[in-house]
């Protein structure tokens, strides 16, 4: 596609659910990143994948946060038993090469209630 | 404090004004630094990147980076509607170690400008 496209745009949740957050990167594109943006503040970054593994992880908050990359292409970032503070907005953006040439998309809206 | 201090706003100025925009940083390893421009329920999109310290220009948009002092500024020149908007400044290190490759980013400071 022509851009990032994340989905589903919003979200909301009971708190303790599971959740999976999906990003289609520009095709071709080897770097994906997933950061968060909570409300007033600037992106947070959690994990980028170089190709298929995950490069650097040191970003996501705690042991309920995964994410995946199983083809090189589309990621999932998944989080268990949700609570309120995971409220935010997950963006994801995706280069050429590593570190340069970010793409972001839109985001999803997380709420958790 | 955190690594990047960037001042929220709001920010509001007359249609044609100057818009100067600043960051301040206190990890002297950052070596990239970049602005990007967020819509409203839109991702960020970059706008400019500086490498180490010096001017670039592009258009109505000039960035700055002050690396002695740790500060970066970006100038908006004939300030038009359409660029109100949540400017951000991110910044990353320069080495290929861990962490290299983040962005650090800036709380953002949204702006408006006036017709």
């Known amino acids: 596609g022509a851009g990032v496209s994340q989905t589903p745009s919003n979200k909301v949740t009971e708190k303790g659910k599971y959740v999976e957050l999906r990003c289609d990167p520009i095709?071709?594109?080897?770097?994906l990143y997933w950061y968060r943006q909570s409300l007033g503040q600037g992106p947070e970054f959690l994990i980028y994948?170089?190709?298929?593994?995950?490069?650097?992880d040191s970003g996501l908050p705690n042991d309920r946060f995964f994410a995946v990359r199983p083809e090189g292409s589309v990621s999932t970032l998944k989080i268990q038993r949700t609570e309120r503070g995971d409220s935010a907005v997950y963006l994801c953006?995706?280069?050429?090469?590593?570190?340069?040439?970010?793409?972001f998309g839109s985001g999803t809206r997380l709420t958790v209630v | 404090q955190k690594e990047v201090e960037q001042d929220p706003g709001p920010l509001s100025v007359p249609e044609g004004a100057i818009v100067s925009l600043n960051c301040t940083y206190s990890?002297?390893?950052?070596?990239?630094f970049m602005w990007y421009r967020q819509y409203s329920r839109k991702g960020p999109e970059l706008l400019m990147y500086?490498?180490?310290?010096g001017n670039k220009e592009d258009g109505r948009f000039t960035a700055q980076v002050d690396k002695s002092s740790k500060y970066i500024s970006l100038f908006i020149r004939d300030s038009q509607p359409s660029d109100s908007a949540t400017y951000l400044c991110?910044?990353?290190?320069?080495?290929?170690?861990?962490?290299?490759?983040?962005?650090?980013f800036g709380k953002g400071t949204k702006l408006s400008v006036i017709p």
């Open positions: 990890n002297s390893a950052f070596q990239y």
């Open positions: 953006a995706s280069s050429p090469h590593l570190g340069w040439g970010y793409t």
């Open positions: 095709s071709g594109h080897t770097a």
């Open positions: 994948f170089q190709g298929t593994g995950a490069a650097d």
């Open positions: 500086t490498y180490s310290s």
């Open positions: 991110a910044m990353r290190l320069t080495y290929s170690g861990a962490g290299s490759y983040q962005l650090t």
